[in-house]
Nanobody, 127 residues
Framework: QEQLVESGGGLVQPGGSLRLSCVAS????????IVWVRQAPGKGPEWVSA????????TYADFVKGRFTISRDDKENKAYLEMLSLNPEDTALYFC????????????????????WGQGTQVTVSS
């Protein structure tokens, strides 16, 4: 069974940091784009960051540029999202997703064809 499992979420104070992990099982990550998506309470999902299959290309939503870093380790079949300078607006359920096709790479509104989602990990930023 193909799965993505996220971990690393939690409660953190404003200004704090977290590192989210995503482990793939049942398939290998190396042919896929990995996209982190988040969904805040009462809002729709929004993409946060994406990394291309060879790891050489990364793109970020404007609201996380300079604060978040996406990475991947295909040998370990894992992906990561390093989050710094967190603020309450970052509170959301964060999902790791697998994407085969997309358009608009590098723009503010890329379109992803999501193929597989993890169950999500909760990030809460509060004092």
């Amino acid at each position: 069974q193909e799965q993505l499992v996220e971990s690393g979420g939690g409660l953190v104070q404003p200004g704090g940091s977290l590192r989210l992990s995503c482990v793939a099982s049942g398939f290998t990550l190396d042919n896929w784009y990995i996209v982190w998506v988040r969904q805040a309470p009462g809002k729709g999902p929004e993409w946060v960051s994406a990394i291309n299959p060879d790891g050489g290309g990364r793109t970020y939503a404007d609201f996380v540029k300079g604060r978040f870093t996406i990475s991947r380790d295909d040998k370990e079949n894992k992906a990561y999202l390093e989050m710094l300078s967190l603020n309450p607006e970052d509170t959301a359920l964060y999902f790791c997703t697998r994407v085969e096709k997309l358009t608009g790479w590098g723009t503010s509104s890329p379109k992803f064809e999501y193929d597989l989602w993890g169950q999500g990990t909760q990030v809460t930023v509060s004092s």
